[in-house]
């Protein structure tokens, strides 16, 4: 029996000392209602709160949990060297071998710096951009997400004009506004970043058109402008290499972070040649930016990557997760859109304007142990099985019972108010 207890005082506990109980993208505050805000324990691709309930996990932590929670010899690798060493003075020999590592792996790259957060790697991005030609205006597309920074956070509270004075927007896959924007910049355009796919919250994935990354590729090469590409979220999710492979478009720079510790806490910025001695001439640290432990993480992370079937797996059970769940919402007369890579699946409900439909059917299915999002996209992990799926689906399946049965009576989410206000702004 599902129960939410221990959780629910947690969160009381927790409205005493932490803002609003929780703050950023885990806070709950925008979740179904009854989703856990804690969790005690993580294997696999399954989660545990803090009342005992487990879930098969879609949410993989928001994207790093690739291998699967806890994956033995990224564990291994961990444990050995927490024995050695972690954060010190300077950092490890492992700091070496991973630049190494993630350089002989990325067409692109021929340097690779480090850090904690996809957000440390994007804003480093944008300075290292501005110092190449010493221009300053930063060129993205609108809605899409960049991090938590001044620049870039989807929130405008504490924000000033000037957190944003160069930032120019465009519409993704959509040259003629790029263009435009390129009109708007003149002559100081320092870079142009672009996301994988276009993976807003809310809304429909939407794969890049090939003619429109070959023609970001051109237009940063016509007026000597870095093309940056935020592979935080999708980074070997897509492929081996920047994701951007699959459409024969290298950037200048990419920005990773998410999957590549397999759930340290580490990211990274890679750069071409070209971008050295911008790189070189900024200052950009951190206290735990060295540490060893994540570092030694992502070298077996990364060594997965390369020896293993793991994105086939991805593919394959993304693939069987899509499929079957079209194939259960239709049979109790319910449209699904589901968009996106297989791999990082978006599921969004056809006449579903007030968000009413998605947001009960995820509740009902994360009460009988699938953890589901109304309005992000979810990910697939290699330790995913044709077993897991079919648990997801035997929740999916009493949660279209539920839905059908209630539909003309559930109310639209109240708490979805505050985030529309957030997005909006």
Request: glycine content about 6%; proline content about 5%; overall charge negative.
């Amino acid at each position: 029996m599902w129960t939410n207890v221990k959780d629910k005082a947690l969160q009381e506990r927790a409205r005493q000392v932490i803002p609003n109980g929780m703050y950023g993208h885990e806070s709950i505050a925008s979740q179904p209602d009854d989703y856990p805000q804690f969790f005690t324990k993580a294997s696999g691709t399954r989660l545990w709160d803090a009342d005992g309930n487990e879930y098969i996990d879609l949410m993989c932590a928001y994207g790093p949990n690739l291998l699967g929670y806890g994956h033995p010899l990224v564990r291994e690798a961990v444990l050995k060297q927490l024995d050695l060493a972690d954060t010190c003075t300077g950092p490890g020999p492992v700091m070496v071998q991973l630049a190494e590592d993630f350089v002989s792996m990325v067409t692109h790259a021929d340097w690779a710096v480090f850090c904690k957060n996809g957000s440390d790697a994007t804003s480093m991005a944008m300075v290292t951009a501005r110092a190449y030609k010493g221009r300053k205006k930063i060129l993205v597309a609108r809605n899409a997400y960049h991090g938590s920074s001044p620049w870039n956070t989807p929130s405008s509270a504490g924000i000033v004009a000037e957190d944003r004075a160069h930032v120019i927007y465009f519409d993704y896959n959509d040259l003629d506004s790029l263009e435009a924007a390129v009109a708007l910049a003149k002559d100081d355009i320092a870079g142009i970043f672009a996301t994988p796919f276009k993976h807003e919250t809310f809304a429909d994935q939407a794969d890049p058109f090939p003619e429109y990354a070959k023609g970001v590729r051109a237009i940063c090469d016509r007026i000597d402008a870095l093309l940056i590409i935020d592979d935080v979220r999708a980074g070997f999710r897509l492929a081996r290499d920047c994701s951007w492979s699959t459409v024969d478009v290298e950037p200048d720079l990419s920005c990773w972070g998410k999957v590549i510790g397999n759930g340290q806490p580490i990211s990274a910025l890679l750069g071409a040649d070209k971008a050295r001695s911008a790189i070189s001439s900024i200052f950009v640290t951190g206290s735990f930016w060295f540490s060893a432990v994540p570092m030694a993480a992502a070298v077996a992370t990364l060594k997965l990557v390369r020896e293993t079937d793991y994105l086939e797996k991805l593919k394959s059970t993304g693939a069987l997760f899509r499929n079957t769940l079209a194939a259960q919402a239709k049979s109790f007369g319910f449209s699904l859109r589901q968009t996106g890579p297989v791999q990082m699946p978006m599921v969004l409900f056809d006449d579903d304007p007030d968000w009413r439909l998605g947001y009960h059917w995820c509740r009902i299915a994360m009460k009988h142990g699938a953890y589901l999002s109304p309005y992000h996209n979810m990910f697939m992990n290699a330790a995913m099985t044709e077993k897991d799926i079919a648990m997801v689906m035997e929740a999916t399946g009493i949660a279209f019972e539920d839905l059908k049965k209630n539909r003309d009576t559930i109310k639209p989410p109240e708490k979805l108010g505050a985030l529309k206000r957030l997005l909006a702004s």
